[in-house]
């Protein structure tokens, strides 16, 4: 069974950075892959960046292209040049045994961590 905590989350001035790191027991080694959602109050949940065990593509969504990056094992979000709107509630999710690239649909994705609140302000 596959089990996802996600942690880093803080408040952080605009501007900053920080890092989320997501540790996901139990995912098979060569077939899964592993994106980053948040989610801010009364908005829908939206994909981040994911990336694939089995091609090692790598997609983001374009409001955060340039200033998040994904780790190639999908397991760490670095968050640069924060903002106010990246103000949400963070999660690190994954499908197991899936041979495809990965995508940024919430629907993709059947194992998600519980969630790191991340606040951009002054």
């Known amino acids: 069974q596959v089990h996802i905590v996600e942690s880093g989350g803080g408040l952080v001035q605009p501007g900053g950075s920080l890092r989320l790191s997501c540790v996901a027991s139990?995912?098979?080694?060569?077939?899964?892959?592993i994106g980053w959602f948040r989610q801010a109050p009364g908005k829908e949940r939206e994909g981040l960046a994911c990336v694939s065990s089995s091609n090692d593509r790598i997609y983001y969504a374009e409001s955060v292209k340039g200033r998040f990056t994904i780790s190639r094992n999908g397991l760490f979000l670095q968050m640069n040049m924060l903002k106010p709107e990246d103000t949400a509630v963070y999660y690190c999710?994954?499908?197991?045994?899936?041979?495809?690239?990965?995508?940024?649909?919430?629907?993709?994705?059947?194992?998600w961590g519980q969630g790191t609140q991340v606040t951009v302000s002054s």
């Open positions: 999710a994954a499908r197991n045994r899936v041979f495809r690239a990965c995508g940024l649909l919430t629907f993709e994705y059947d194992i």
């Open positions: 139990g995912l098979n080694s060569e077939y899964h892959y």
